[in-house]
């Protein structure tokens, strides 16, 4: 069952991560409810960006991430109404990265804990997270009696998803268009490569087989040393007793300005669109690993 989704279309290209669900499912007619949601926002994600780059071929301003996450949640939000109502709370979320190339550079969006590396046109290597989508309740656990209580930590998160999307709480993608506002957003220079990873992917930096974001960047740059870490990962996993999250990398570089730019989300290919100002092509990377079951 995969619950990660990603994909480009022209300069944006984005990483959704399905948070697992912990309060009671809706029932959303997929998989499960955080693949609905991942596989929706995606899509969504996609018919925005290519509306916005045929409007980037005429005078208009192109949007921004924080605007293509704000459209892409709206869609979801219209999407899962007939669905489920009014229902927030319990309604799945994600954590997403976007990342918009224009003329100056790129402009990456963070909320929650997926993961972005640049390898700058200068050298420079930048990495992009907002925060870990637990770590509030890993400091309430820390100093607390009966901190590896399983019941108290699963109350605990049950808890913090409830206060999602709100003043006390973290923010990520769910049906709240607003929820773009908070996201974190950081201006980098002109991009040479770009990584995209979910959280599961990302372990094997938390684990130690890879040294950090660079190492991480330059192995799944390349599409066999990629497959070759995701293995180490998955055995890694497997020998410690982890149970492993779904691991989705999704690699992309600047493309030529003269060249067609067209969508590659794993749904329908739309029209060619000419990317006035330049857009992202794929690089080899392997497939999404799904959890074992």
């Given at each position: 069952m995969q619950e990660d989704?990603?994909?480009?279309?022209?300069?944006?290209?984005?990483?959704?991560?399905?948070?697992?669900?912990?309060?009671?499912p809706l029932g959303l007619p997929a998989a499960s409810d955080p693949s609905w949601l991942a596989q929706t926002l995606s899509a969504a994600l996609a018919e925005a960006a290519y509306a916005g780059a045929l409007r980037a071929a005429g005078p208009e301003e192109r949007v921004g991430t924080r605007g293509l996450l704000a459209r892409g949640l709206i869609t979801v939000d219209r999407t899962g109404g007939p669905?489920?109502?009014?229902?927030?709370?319990?309604?799945?979320?994600?954590?997403?990265?976007?990342?918009?190339?224009?003329?100056?550079?790129?402009?990456v969006l963070s909320l929650a804990d997926c993961h972005v590396v640049v390898e700058l046109a200068d050298g420079g290597v930048?990495?992009?997270?907002?925060?870990?989508?637990?770590?509030?309740v890993q400091r309430k656990l820390e100093p607390a009696p009966g901190a590896h209580d399983p019941a108290e930590r699963s109350r605990l998160l049950r808890a913090d998803r409830e206060r999602r999307n709100t003043a006390e709480g973290l923010w990520v993608a769910r049906r709240?268009?607003?929820?773009?506002?908070?996201?974190?957003?950081?201006?980098?220079?002109?991009?040479?490569?770009?990584?995209?990873?979910?959280?599961?992917?990302?372990?094997?930096?938390?684990?130690?087989?890879?040294?950090?974001?660079?190492?991480f960047l330059r192995r799944v740059a390349d599409p066999v040393a990629a497959l070759e870490l995701m293995h180490r990962l998955r055995s890694h996993q497997r020998d410690i007793g982890e149970a492993a999250d779904d691991a989705t990398v999704l690699v992309v570089e600047p493309a030529d300005q003269d060249q067609d730019v067209t969508r590659a989300d794993g749904l329908q290919r739309l029209p060619t669109v000419r990317a006035c100002a330049?857009?992202?092509?794929?690089?080899?990377?392997p497939?999404?690993?799904?959890?074992?079951?």
């Open positions: 989704a990603c994909g480009f279309v022209g300069a944006n290209a984005w990483m959704i991560d399905g948070a697992t669900s912990l309060l009671e669905l489920v109502g009014a229902e927030r709370v319990r309604f799945p979320s994600a954590a997403v990265s976007v990342a918009h190339l224009h003329d100056d550079g790129v402009e930048e990495h992009v997270m907002s925060e870990l989508a637990d770590v509030r709240e268009p607003e929820a773009a506002a908070h996201a974190f957003v950081a201006q980098l220079g002109p991009p040479a490569l770009l990584v995209m990873a979910s959280d599961g992917a990302w372990r094997a930096v938390d684990l130690g087989l890879v040294a950090g974001p660079e190492e330049g857009g992202w092509r794929s690089r080899p990377s497939r999404p690993a799904a959890r074992p079951r």
